[in-house]
């Protein structure tokens, strides 16, 4: 079992920045995965970023170059820094953990798909105003 808590959302004006962070507990020694997704009221939750067990990041262009994901593995915690915070990333963000890799762009990469994640955060709420 792994427990994950999420912290760090809250309320910026468009530009602005945020940090979030995901505190893992339990069994985290065997989730190579570890990703954010966020999901908007009436839309799907999409990943945001991934970052596998080396340290291997992934981002969808729609974050590439605002977002940066990191783990602190001594301290078992997950960071998303958001940067240039725009009014379409309102959303409540998630973090998840799994060991689900696939093939993309012909490299085995965590997967983005957040039916191959085994456990979830309660979320935290990021809204931005504009």
């Known amino acids: 079992q792994v427990q994950l808590v999420e912290s760090g959302g809250g309320s910026v004006q468009s530009g602005g920045s945020l940090r979030l962070s995901c505190a893992a507990s339990?069994?985290?020694?065997?989730?190579?995965?570890m990703a954010w997704f966020r999901q908007a009221p009436g839309k799907e939750r999409a990943v945001v970023a991934i970052i596998n067990s080396a340290g291997t990041t992934r981002y969808p262009d729609s974050v590439k170059g605002r977002f940066t994901v990191s783990r602190d593995n001594a301290k078992n915690t997950l960071y998303l820094q958001m940067n240039s915070l725009k009014p379409e990333d309102t959303a409540m963000f998630y973090c998840?953990?799994?060991?689900?890799?696939?093939?993309?762009?012909?490299?085995?990469?965590?997967?983005?798909?957040?039916?191959?994640?085994?456990?979830w955060g309660q979320g935290t709420q990021v809204t931005v105003s504009s």
């Open positions: 998840a953990a799994g060991r689900i890799q696939r093939y993309y762009s012909g490299g085995l990469y965590c997967s983005d798909a957040a039916y191959d994640y085994d456990y």
């Open positions: 339990g069994n985290t020694y065997s989730m190579s995965c």
